[in-house]
């Protein structure tokens, strides 16, 4: 059965859009992240879609790839910033967004300022448009607002069962010569912080978001058959460590990980935080960029 890539797009676009207006009431201050996690995977699949990564949770200065690991107990602070990041995928075709959460007045402006230059880049998007331009409207945007950029997280280009390939659509203006094509589909995804912080990212911990990188070179047996489980199931697209649990018995899940990360059968990513420990917010569209705009497919 032939797959239409555009209908596709759009179905798991609609899902996210759907869901997209639901998560500020998903959220709530001392609820558990991986509550949080696992009601938006599953509002996902009841509406159709497949995962197309792990639901990413980020407070505070956590900005990307947190999700949470086996029998996490942590909670959504008092008084917090939360971004919640979620994709769905139809037949392989992906539909990413995010969006922020805050429950202190202060952190507002910073999420305005993330909305809005997202809202600015999409207005860009066009067959021809260069990548770093497109940048430029988002630094700009987000330094009206009194705010800073994080200069080394960019939006990405899409393609089947890949969610990072090729271009990338930085948040902020610099030397980038990707020019962007009719028909390719980008998430376009600006991150917001403090005017007083390093506006960069570091490596964070973890990981608990993993992918498989080749199917060859695995020794043990039990090794072979996770890798034959993780392609079967998710093929080259992020999946989480606690999605392994049922089909695994703890102990041996955690010794057949640790080989196939050793032989790098399984890529990882590192939770994602602001280097200098301040607050950030995002925003994030799926878009499939035409002649003269762009179709907005999570909106």
Request: glycine content about 8%; some cysteine; overall charge neutral.
């Amino acid at each position: 059965m032939s797959v239409d890539p555009l209908e596709s797009y759009r179905k798991a676009g609609r899902i996210i859009a759907q869901l997209r207006d639901q998560i500020p009431s998903m959220v709530s201050e001392n609820m558990k992240i991986l509550d949080l996690c696992e009601k938006v995977e599953n509002t996902i699949v009841k509406m159709g879609g497949n995962l197309a990564f792990p639901c990413n949770i980020g407070i505070g200065n956590v900005a990307a790839h947190y999700t949470s690991p086996l029998k996490d107990l942590s909670t959504i602070p008092s008084r917090s910033i939360v971004k919640v990041d979620f994709g769905a995928e139809v037949s392989g075709y992906i539909a990413d967004s995010a969006i922020t959460v805050s429950f202190n007045p202060e952190y507002q402006s910073m999420i305005v300022a993330a909305e809005e230059a997202l809202k600015v880049a999409v207005e860009n998007v066009r067959s021809g448009a260069k990548a770093r331009e497109i940048g430029r409207a988002i630094e700009r945007t987000i330094a009206k607002y009194g705010h800073k950029p994080i200069r080394n997280l960019t939006g990405h280009k899409i393609e089947r069962y890949s969610l990072h390939t090729g271009k990338a659509i930085p948040n902020v203006y610099e030397i980038n010569g990707a020019i962007l094509e009719e028909g390719e589909v980008y998430a376009i995804e600006p991150f917001v912080t403090s005017i007083d912080a390093d506006g960069t990212v570091e490596d964070g911990g973890g990981p608990y978001i993993h992918r498989l990188h080749k199917e060859k070179g695995a020794k043990s047996n039990e090794a072979k058959r996770l890798i034959d489980h993780i392609a079967k199931n998710y093929r080259t697209l992020p999946f989480a460590y606690r999605w392994l649990e049922g089909s695994y018995p703890a102990e041996s899940l955690q010794n057949t990980m640790r080989e196939l990360l050793s032989l790098r059968c399984v890529a990882s990513y590192p939770v994602l935080v602001e280097s200098s420990g301040k607050p950030v917010a995002q925003a994030e569209h799926t878009v499939i960029v035409g002649k003269q705009g762009c179709e907005v497919i999570t909106a």
